[in-house]
């Protein structure tokens, strides 16, 4: 089944089998508008548009025009101080809402909204002045399974990864042109630095890292529909990927399997740029978009763990076991301190610009 089965069979049979959910919390209908982006395109963004953007138009009223594609703090700084803000939420990583945050250019959230008992439900963290966590992900290592087969040695650390005589293949790795999710945890881990010494991070030992494994790198992805298209031709041995775009080409016949061992967890926002015009409307979508029901509704469709905790109360144990955001997997990975990434220094920098710029050097080299 290729990706566009996938979505068409699933997507109808999921969405409408918990419309009627939707339907009887229905409010008053209020006409409006709104234009989101949402954070990826390809099967995660047809996903939010089928689980999201159609009921929400339906329950409200309000007409929403989806982005399927990233956002990144550039694109809502420049909006933001030229005035000019010309969409309404976004999706985008922890790091990236709060170094946005530090800078004044997200609207506060409006948790008055918010029923006593979704609003509890929401990890602690992911429950921002300026930003609700919208999923949590990870980022894990995926092996080939023909090259490593069960019952033979496989990679099992990062350390493992970078060891190339003992497990030859194609390596693959994300890039950090963004200066967030880059590979650098995993450098560390390589190089031996323990998972609770990772932060603050040291930056001239994770480029140390990267100088070994880099002649063994064919190629380094920066999205998730690229990551996702590299498991599903065969291109690598080894890689890093988001969990949720390995398990989806799983699904869809791809030889790989996970370790989640060392995997790194992540948390995305919904956040609403300031000067929104259509911020009331933003604050609703956000709302709807983090529902315990609409979250598990989500996980069916993409295997991408939910923020609210009574979402797990909706989701059977067999796809629980599939999201990072399993209660197992939370207490075994490793969270990522995305509040050192937006520290900043005397230099004005944030460590993720540091780690952006560094990047952009080291890779031209």
């Known amino acids: 089944m290729d990706r566009r089965q996938f979505m068409q069979t699933t997507s109808a049979a999921i969405v409408a089998g918990t419309l009627p959910s939707v339907g009887s919390r229905a409010s ?160 560390l ?20 890292s990267l100088d070994k494994i880099k002649p063994h790198v064919r190629k380094w992805w920066h999205n998730g529909a690229e990551i996702q298209q590299i498991m599903q031709e065969k291109a690598a041995d080894i890689l890093n990927s988001y969990d949720g775009r390995a398990i989806l080409s799983m699904d869809q016949g791809a030889p790989i399997e996970i370790n989640r061992n060392q995997a790194k967890l992540i948390s995305d926002y919904w956040v609403i740029p300031k000067g929104s015009p259509n911020a009331r409307n933003a604050q609703k979508f956000i709302e709807f978009a983090t529902r315990a029901e609409r979250q598990a509704t989500f996980a069916r469709l993409f295997p991408i763990g939910a923020t609210n905790r009574n979402a797990y109360k909706l989701i059977p144990d067999a796809v629980a076991r599939r999201l990072a955001s399993h209660p197992d997997y939370m207490a075994s990975g490793i969270l990522i301190d995305m509040k050192r990434y937006a520290q900043i220094g005397s230099d004005g920098l944030s460590n993720s610009q540091r780690l952006a710029h560094r990047w952009n050097r080291w890779s031209l080299s």
């Open 28 to 187: 008053v209908q209020s006409p409006g508008e709104l234009t989101i982006r949402t954070g990826s395109g390809g099967a995660f963004g047809n996903a939010v548009i089928e689980v999201l953007v159609k009921p929400f138009q339906a329950e409200t009223g309000i007409k929403v025009t989806p982005i399927t594609d990233q956002t990144n703090p550039a694109q809502i700084e420049l909006m933001v101080t030229t005035k000019t803000v010309t969409f309404d939420v976004a999706q985008i990583t922890q790091g990236s809402a709060l170094a946005a945050a530090e800078k004044g250019h997200l609207e506060q959230i409006d948790y008055s909204i918010y029923k006593k008992d979704e609003l509890d439900g929401i990890i602690d963290f992911a429950k921002h002045p300026f930003g609700v966590g919208s999923n949590i992900y990870s980022i894990v290592m995926v092996y080939n399974t023909v090259r490593f087969p069960a019952g033979k040695p496989r990679p099992n650390t990062w350390a493992e990864f970078w060891d190339v005589k003992k497990f030859p293949g194609v390596r693959v790795l994300t890039d950090g042109r963004l200066g967030i999710q880059g590979p650098w945890e995993e450098a």
């Open 189 to 208: 881990l390589a190089d031996g630095v323990p998972a609770d010494k990772l932060y603050p991070m040291d930056i001239d030992r994770i480029f140390g």
